[in-house]
């Protein structure tokens, strides 16, 4: 599984944070490994200049052999926070469509 981070004006995507971003989706999808080819994650702050609640953003996609595209979003206080949160969501969401497809 090809994981790729990318952040926006305002976050840099330096190596520790893509060391701990990578950690986070590969623990969290681990055991859809082999069906997940890549996953883009993209981490915004939408409130730069200002420090309000829930303004980290973190959208995450993930390509699944022979599907569509599976893709969340969370918002958080922190960015910690909000890559936990979607890795959290896109568990669920890989899971949810995997399983509709088991029960057909």
């Known amino acids: 599984m090809h994981v790729e981070i990318n952040g926006d004006n305002h976050i840099h995507a330096g190596e ?3 060391s701990e971003v990578r ?3 590969e ?3 681990d055991r859809f490994a082999e069906r997940v080819t890549r996953v ?3 981490l915004g702050d939408v409130n730069s200049h200002k420090n309000t609640a829930d303004d980290k953003r973190c959208m995450m996609e ?3 052999k022979g599907l569509p595209p599976v893709v969340v979003t969370h918002h958080a206080d922190s960015l910690a926070l909000a890559i936990q949160g979607a890795a959290e969501k896109l568990e669920r969401a890989i899971g949810n469509t995997l399983g ?3 029960d057909r």
Request: glycine letters at 6%.
């Open 16 to 18: 520790p944070l893509r």
């Open 23 to 25: 950690a986070t989706v």
């Open 27 to 29: 623990g969290a999808l």
């Open 40 to 42: 883009e994650v993209h």
């Open 62 to 64: 993930a390509r699944l």
């Open 100 to 102: 509709r497809l088991n």
